[in-house]
């Protein structure tokens, strides 16, 4: 067995502080290290400020054996971070004759003026490995202090993540001996969390100690996790094999994709296509189910029916079941299902119509939403509650819409 | 003038250091601070361990005085956070009657069974106010300790923004003696940061040392936001108009908001209506205008062709355009733009075109797109080329089609 090693991620820039940047490059780190067997202890975010990065320093030092740093690092960046890193680790900054000509070469390459900002990015400590970054001007820098290593990063993603994949990550591993650890996610939809738990109960309960499940919640399901540490695959597969047979119906995918990717391959596998008429999601059915690349092999389209005079004109909804029992109704989206279907020449025709918030109207309407799916043979309805504002409520209407378009698949094919 | 104060978010999860959850909490709630003139001095993210948390607490509470704690409140969270504050708090656990209730209701609204856990989100520690969270069962929970606040909110974005709009901010803003802080927003969309600085350099130069310009980009576009310390309402007002004046044709609006509720406000203004009919995007621009509330006043739908079947047989784009210029250019997009506007009445019709990214093909071909908007007297063609991943690129297609949409309405209306 190995021992626990703890990391720390630093992220420095005062664009984070004030909101101007969302991190994903922690997210992103984060991850790489899990796949790794490596724990990330902390994750601690600090502005542009001397005082708040050797705190920082300080206190990650003082509890985990990896500490990464990132941002800083850039030709505009305030020449705070580098000359700070170098003083921490007793070096001075020297030219380095590669990263100098590496930068020239990407200036005439992109047929830019330099400035003296640009060349100064090949001064670096003498104390460090310097981590190469292919991708722009500001190389990475890997330190050790105390027995703890130190690795500083640019800010910008996809050269942090050149370097993180290139230089770090196997510098890393050999320098660290890390645990076995293992993943098998499972995506679930049409149950919330807590009574998902409560079914599962007895279950988790069972796990041993290296084995641990993760509840993953997204809109409209969960994302189940196991992570094995230092167990055999056969052993995690097992548990893994019986979690499956647990849910049934409710499991869309045993590894992680999105829902519309998890359909895409049932429609082509059972060489299906399938059509939208969208009321209140307004085309937003179609956008998920069209993200996935290959989407043009099953999906036809869709109308985007906001008016009635779209639903009679372009859908052949009888104007006499508007009328009579209202845009959201049972009877308007069977319509609605079958026109789009027919006249998107599709297997399958799914539509949807309801009341996203109330602006005038009843209170009782507040959510009410009604989803139809057609074939040839049958046609589905299903009417449902969505509970929050318009915008949560739509994204939870698409999401309810393409969990019940793969269970009419499962139960019709 | 005020002193400076200093505020820490503290963030719970083991599923943001695994890299599960990408951390969107922190910069909405810097940027909230921020316009209160509050500096948010650290992020710190941690796991859910008992030592890592109280360690948090201990360190945050050293050097802000305002600490914001987000996550580990849900139902199946492992029951850590909240006792262990109360804890920390010197307060017992105890039920609330009116949280109960609440809880209660959302289940019997939302039709599903009700376990103890769920019940169990009505256990409060009797030392803290409650922040009533009207989106959800955990409620936020606002602490006092040594001349220090704490605010403890759920990690779901809705419900924590919720929480902290209606019932923290106002707290804050009380218990704090916050600058005098205006902002000012202008909207651009069109040109990117490092031209538009360019342009504005004279301006930013001329700011007296109590006004500050931030740059906050957008997909498709940069936010302008002037901030004011300490400083007269019709002051920052000139300033504000004269960088207006500046910004000829790439204003779209002079308060912070979406180019699809600026571009909604003019259909209206105008007595326009307008139809989408879409390819590449996929329903994605038909769900942008209609995400805005209102938007059945001016938006009648769309057609989603993901097949040259659809846009024959509904969109009425002759074959031999198709075959003759291919479903990307110019003659293809404006038959679209023409076949919508008629098929769905509108005033104005807008059609896109475009390979988002090449699965077979020519690498030249990468991230074309065409555009077409046409009413009854003139159609306008643009064509573009998106640099990013496939999810990337749509999202940009989607954001030039609505800017383009705006300048043909200021065009010609």
Chains 1, 2 share one sequence.
């Not at 190469?132 to 330190?143: C, D, L, R």
């Not at 519309?260 to 060489?271: V, Y």
Request: contains cysteine; aromatic residues 6%.
């Amino acid at each position: 067995m190995s021992t626990q090693i703890n990391a720390s991620i630093i992220t420095i820039g005062d664009e984070l502080l004030i909101g101007q940047t969302i991190d994903t490059n922690s997210a992103w780190i984060g991850q790489q290290l899990n796949a790794l067997g490596i724990w990330l202890k902390r994750r601690v975010a600090v502005g542009d400020s001397k005082a708040d990065i050797l705190q920082a320093l300080d206190q990650e030092a003082a509890q985990s054996d990896l500490i990464i740093i990132t941002g800083g690092l850039g030709p505009t960046a305030d020449d705070i971070t580098k000359p700070l890193l170098c003083n921490y680790f007793n070096g001075q900054l020297v030219e380095n004759q590669k990263v100098k000509n590496h930068v020239l070469q990407i200036f005439r390459k992109r047929n830019r003026p330099i400035i003296d900002a640009n060349i100064a990015q090949a001064m670096l400590p003498n104390v460090c490995d310097v981590l190469w970054n292919e991708m722009g001007t500001a190389p990475g820098m890997w330190f050790a202090k105390n027995n703890k290593i130190f690795i500083a990063l640019p800010g910008v993603p996809f050269e942090m993540k050149h370097i993180m994949t290139h230089e770090a990550l196997p510098k890393i591993k050999e320098r660290f001996t890390t645990p076995n650890v293992m993943h098998k996610t499972i995506c679930t939809a049409g149950i919330g969390e807590s009574f998902l738990a409560a079914s599962i109960q007895d279950f988790e309960t069972s796990l041993p100690a290296n084995i641990k499940l993760a509840y993953l919640p997204q809109l409209g399901g969960v994302k189940l996790r196991l992570t094995g540490r230092d167990v055999a695959a056969a052993t995690l597969e097992n548990y893994f094999q019986t979690l499956i047979t647990q849910l049934p119906h409710i499991v869309y995918a045993t590894e992680d994709m999105p829902i519309e990717k998890a359909i895409g391959k049932l429609l082509l596998e059972k060489k299906l296509t399938v059509s939208f008429a969208e009321s209140c999601t307004g085309g937003g059915i179609s956008a998920a189910i069209t993200s996935i690349t290959g989407s043009s092999g099953y999906c036809n389209g869709g109308i985007v029916s906001y008016t009635n005079d779209v639903k009679i004109n372009l859908l052949g909804v009888p104007a006499e079941t508007l009328k009579q029992f209202s845009e959201v109704s049972a009877q308007t989206v069977t319509a609605m299902a079958n026109g789009v279907r027919t006249k998107l020449k599709s297997t399958i025709g799914l539509s949807i119509s309801g009341y996203l918030e109330v602006v005038k109207g009843k209170e009782s309407e507040k959510g009410l939403i009604w989803i139809g799916i057609a074939n040839e043979q049958t046609t589905k309805t299903i009417s449902a509650i969505m509970p929050y504002d318009r915008e949560r409520n739509c994204e939870l209407a698409i999401a309810t819409a393409l969990n019940n378009l793969r269970i009419f698949i499962s139960e019709n094919y």
